[in-house]
């Protein structure tokens, strides 16, 4: 038998090889892989609410105190008119995706029928002794599409047992447990360390506190001065560092013994995602009192840029009044503040700007293109082709357009990335700098005097392995004086507030050990 020829064998291996080159060639390129530390659903969740009510309310509305003794008498406790359904239709109406009720102050006074104390709104003559203001602002918030948070203060100045470590955590826990399985979903537990001069010593096991927290309710948020989930900024300004990273240690940290600046900036190396939440008040106070008044509209939306604009969630304290209503003077400051942030942001410069990239990865793959960022959406984003030298994106604006607000955002659920970037425009025929900032995270807002341009370039000039950018949005400003204006400068850290934490206690062995405190 005469042997087949070869050049059939040959001709059937090119045709093999040419078929399978195509197939590999109309493959997907994959996404790139993420840096870790990355959030939890849980805490992706927490981070796109942004920002969040806190509901500073009890007996002290009514002694005009902050820090109660723990022997005031429940009768005082009698609000004329308390409305959750108000302080949630108010909520909703301004802009805020959570709120989160002090439902036990260091006073100790229940605000929910606790089976674990007679001091309560069961001893109060508020509805004959049958409210329960925990549950009405649970029914508020699943009325008004909004997450419950609850605060529940590990300092009870009432409780007899507190000092006794072993009844006290068991006292405790038996409280936490009692809100969190009769008001539904909560989504974020509030803890501080806060304690008096003077106080017993205590000592408080959170990291049994921790696990029984997620063991009920396993979507919820803690926070704490460490943790778990989310962390104090270091400060009740409500003001972040310029530089503020999402990655944090927590092994690194000792509840109560804050280092101010770590818990303001985070940590580039962190091991663990612990996003800051910026607290403040929109009074002097923590509480209501008739004497103050509340921050401007202009004031709180320096906080929102450098908190929210800053990679944190903001928590704004507004504390119900003796009727049990958010005052008069507080809403109206809440509905300018809304008002404010609506006109500077619904309008985006860049939204029809033509956007090209340095490289884009997938040898231009549409899923990874530039014009990605003209999307507010962390879920669509640009990325680069691996390995490159530089990293660029460059705007097209159509037309010269005046702007003093920059926004950008990262794929946070990709890990957080860019170690500091900046931005030029094409002024007068060459590109100047006109801005340029640490970290980016959810989400960063950056100031500046008003530019007038129509060829503008990102550059981001330091990275966590490859930038992905998911928004660049230019807005405009009226209410901030940015011609006199330093978003790095930490003076503005030195906002007058009254003082929540001064400790110096140690944390061993998952325990909190007592030390003391100034006044909130």
């Given at each position: 038998?005469?042997?087949?020829?070869k050049?059939?064998?040959?001709?059937?291996?090119?045709?093999?090889?040419?078929?399978?080159t195509?197939?590999?060639?109309?493959?997907?390129?994959p996404?790139?892989?993420?840096?870790?530390?990355?959030?939890?659903?849980?805490?992706?969740?927490?981070q796109?609410?942004?920002?969040?009510?806190?509901l500073?309310f009890?007996?002290?509305t009514?002694?005009d105190?902050?820090?109660?003794?723990g022997h005031?008498d429940?009768?005082v406790?009698?609000?004329?008119?308390l409305?959750?359904?108000?302080?949630?239709?108010?909520?909703?109406?301004?802009?805020?995706a959570?709120?989160?009720?002090?439902t036990?102050?260091h006073d100790?006074?229940?605000?929910?029928p606790?089976a674990?104390t007679?001091?309560?709104?069961?001893?109060s003559?508020?509805?004959?002794?049958?409210?329960?203001?925990?549950?009405?602002?649970?029914?508020?918030?699943e009325?008004f599409?909004?997450?419950?948070?609850?605060?529940?203060?590990?300092?009870?100045?009432h409780?007899p047992?507190?000092g006794?470590t072993?009844?006290?955590n068991e006292?405790?826990?038996?409280?936490?447990?009692?809100?969190?399985?009769r008001?539904?979903e909560?989504k974020?537990?509030w803890?501080?360390?806060a304690k008096?001069?003077?106080?017993?010593?205590m000592?408080?096991?959170?990291?049994?506190?921790f696990?029984?927290?997620?063991?009920?309710?396993?979507n919820?948020?803690?926070?704490?001065d460490?943790?778990?989930?989310?962390?104090?900024?270091?400060?009740e300004?409500?003001?972040?560092?310029?530089?503020?990273?999402?990655?944090?240690?927590?092994?690194?940290?000792?509840i109560?013994?804050?280092?101010e600046?770590?818990?303001?900036?985070?940590?580039?190396?962190?091991?663990?995602w612990?996003p800051?939440?910026?607290?403040v008040?929109?009074?002097?106070?923590w509480?209501?009192?008739?004497?103050?008044k509340?921050?401007?509209a202009?004031t709180?939306?320096?906080?929102?840029?450098?908190s929210?604009?800053r990679?944190?969630?903001?928590i704004?304290?507004?504390?119900?009044?003796?009727s049990?209503l958010?005052?008069d003077e507080?809403?109206?400051v809440l509905?300018?503040?809304?008002n404010?942030?609506?006109?500077?942001?619904?309008?985006?410069q860049?939204?029809?700007?033509?956007?090209?990239?340095?490289?884009?990865?997938g040898?231009?793959?549409?899923?990874?293109?530039?014009?990605?960022?003209?999307?507010?959406s962390?879920?669509?984003?640009?990325?680069?082709e691996?390995g490159?030298?530089?990293?660029v994106?460059?705007l097209?604006l159509?037309?010269?357009?005046?702007?003093?607000?920059?926004?950008?955002?990262?794929?946070?659920q990709?890990?957080?990335?860019?170690?500091?970037?900046?931005?030029?425009?094409?002024?007068d025929?060459?590109?100047?700098?006109?801005?340029?900032?640490t970290?980016?995270g959810?989400?960063?807002?950056?100031?500046?005097p008003?530019?007038?341009?129509?060829?503008?370039r990102?550059?981001?000039?330091?990275?966590?392995?490859?930038?992905?950018?998911?928004?660049?949005?230019?807005?405009?400003?009226?209410?901030?004086?940015t011609n006199?204006?330093?978003?790095?400068?930490?003076?503005?850290?030195?906002?007058?507030?009254?003082?929540?934490r001064r400790?110096r206690?140690?944390?061993?062995?998952?325990?909190?050990l007592?030390?003391?405190?100034?006044?909130?």
């Open positions: 038998m005469r042997p087949r020829p050049l059939r064998c040959c001709f059937h291996l090119s045709l093999l090889l040419t078929i399978s195509l197939h590999c060639s109309s493959l997907l390129v996404p790139p892989l993420p840096i870790l530390p990355i959030p939890t659903a849980s805490q992706l969740t927490w796109q609410s942004e920002m969040a009510m806190f500073h009890g007996p002290n009514f002694t105190s902050e820090w109660g003794t005031a429940p009768s406790f009698c609000p004329a008119s409305d959750t359904r108000q302080w949630a239709r108010i909520a909703k109406q301004t802009g805020f959570r709120m989160v009720l002090t036990k102050h100790g006074f229940c605000l929910w606790s674990y007679n001091y309560s709104v069961q001893s003559p508020w509805l004959d002794g049958q409210g329960d203001v925990v549950g009405d602002l649970a029914a508020a918030a009325e599409g909004l997450q419950l948070g609850l605060y529940l203060s590990p300092w009870d100045r409780e047992c507190y006794n072993r009844d006290y006292h405790y826990l038996g409280q936490m447990t009692e809100l969190l399985t008001y539904g909560v974020e537990v803890l501080d360390g008096g001069e003077g106080a017993k010593d000592d408080y096991y959170f990291d049994q506190w696990k029984l927290i997620h063991q009920l309710q396993p919820v948020i803690i926070f704490s460490d943790g778990p989930d989310s962390r104090w900024v270091g400060d300004a409500g003001v972040a560092g310029s530089t503020c990273w999402s990655l944090f240690n927590i092994s690194d940290v000792e109560g013994h804050t280092v600046e770590y818990s303001k900036q985070g940590d580039p190396k962190g091991k663990n612990v800051a939440e910026c607290d008040s929109i009074r002097p106070g509480f209501w009192h008739s004497s103050e509340p921050k401007s202009t709180l939306l320096d906080i929102y840029y450098k929210v604009g990679n944190c969630l903001l704004l304290n507004v504390p119900p009044n003796t049990g958010i005052s507080d809403l109206q509905k300018e503040f809304t404010i942030r609506t006109a500077i942001f619904s309008k985006n860049a939204e029809n700007a033509i956007v090209c990239a340095s490289s884009v990865r040898d231009g793959d549409t899923r990874f293109d530039a014009s990605n960022v003209l999307e507010e962390i879920y669509s984003y640009w990325a680069p691996e490159q030298s530089e990293w994106l460059s097209e159509g037309k010269f357009i005046s702007f003093n607000v920059l926004q950008m955002q990262e794929p946070i990709m890990g957080q990335r860019v170690i500091r970037f900046h931005l030029d425009a094409l002024v025929g060459e590109y100047k700098m006109i801005v340029n900032g970290t980016i959810y989400k960063r807002l950056v100031r500046f008003s530019v007038e341009t129509r060829f503008l990102l550059i981001i000039d330091e990275a966590r392995g490859d930038p992905l950018i998911s928004f660049v949005g230019l807005f405009v400003d009226s209410f901030s004086n006199d204006l330093n978003e790095d400068d930490e003076k503005s850290l030195k906002i007058s507030t009254v003082v929540r400790r206690w140690p944390r061993r062995h998952g325990q909190f007592s030390g003391s405190t100034a006044a909130m």
